[in-house]
T-cell receptor
Framework: DAGVIQSPRHEVTEMGQEVTLRCKPI?????LFWYRQTMMRGLELLIY????????DSGMPEDRFSAKMPNASFSTLKIQPSEPRDSAVYFC?????????????FGPGTRLTVT | GQNIDQPTEMTATEGAIVQINCTYQ??????LFWYQQHAGEAPTFLSY????GLEEKGRFSSFLSRSKGYSYLLLKELQMKDSASYLC??????????FGDGTTLTVKP
């Protein structure tokens, strides 16, 4: 299995631009998580999907952030408009079905820099 | 909400044993995970405890006491490649995990 796939791996953009991050979970996994990691705030959960349905989006910072999961093999996290404080590494992770206590498998992350 | 505490940094010598502690406060506890994260890489799963006691996996062991809200990760026969950040994460019945800020372990020769 290829593992969780994220694209792009690096993104540099100017403040005010729209940013779209993409994630393909491991085939057969039905839970998907988006995290943001910074030195100051550590690893924060942004949103959690189960069977393509958003279960908990309480970690989404504000209306500038939105996430979708149109099918079991694809999810996007969009930031519009982007701001310098959004600079971070964004990880996507997935988990096997029926294992709410099971481990998560992380993608390689997208390093976002907003200037 | 959830509160997870672990030391920020630790240093140990190659070949030695190190214990990384984690304390937590949560409702709806459904397991505790330890992840390893090397600099510039993604976290990778190390261990999982849902019942009290010790889980051993090679050089790594993890312990849980639910009544005390306490866990530790024990690393034996330390190797230089063990230098990394170790993240404690608490899972809830809602199916999501909250991560601690991580403990940066430096292994010296």
């Amino acid at each position: 299995d290829a593992g969780v796939i994220q694209s792009p791996r690096h993104e540099v953009t100017e403040m005010g631009q729209e940013v779209t991050l993409r994630c393909k979970p491991i085939s057969g996994h039905n839970s998907l998580f988006w995290y943001r990691q910074t030195m100051m705030r550590g690893l924060e959960l942004l949103i959690y999907f189960n069977n393509n349905v958003p279960i908990d989006d309480s970690g989404m910072p504000e209306d500038r952030f939105s996430a979708k999961m149109p099918n079991a093999s694809f999810s996007t996290l969009k930031i519009q408009p982007s701001e310098p404080r959004d600079s971070a590494v964004y990880f996507c992770a997935s988990r096997s079905p029926g294992l709410e206590g099971g481990e998560q498998y992380f993608g390689p992350g997208t390093r976002l820099t907003v200037t | 909400g959830q509160n997870i505490d672990q030391p920020t940094e630790m240093t140990a010598t190659e070949g030695a044993i190190v214990q990384i502690n984690c304390t937590y406060q949560t409702s709806g506890f459904n397991g505790l995970f330890w992840y390893q994260q090397h600099a510039g890489e993604a976290p990778t799963f190390l261990s999982y405890n849902v019942l009290d006691g010790l889980e051993e996996k090679g050089r790594f062991s993890s312990f849980l006491s639910r009544s005390k809200g306490y866990s530790y990760l024990l690393l034996k026969e330390l190797q230089m490649k063990d230098s990394a950040s170790y993240l404690c994460a608490v899972n809830t019945n809602a199916g999501k995990s909250t991560f601690g800020d991580g403990t940066t372990l430096t292994v010296k020769p």
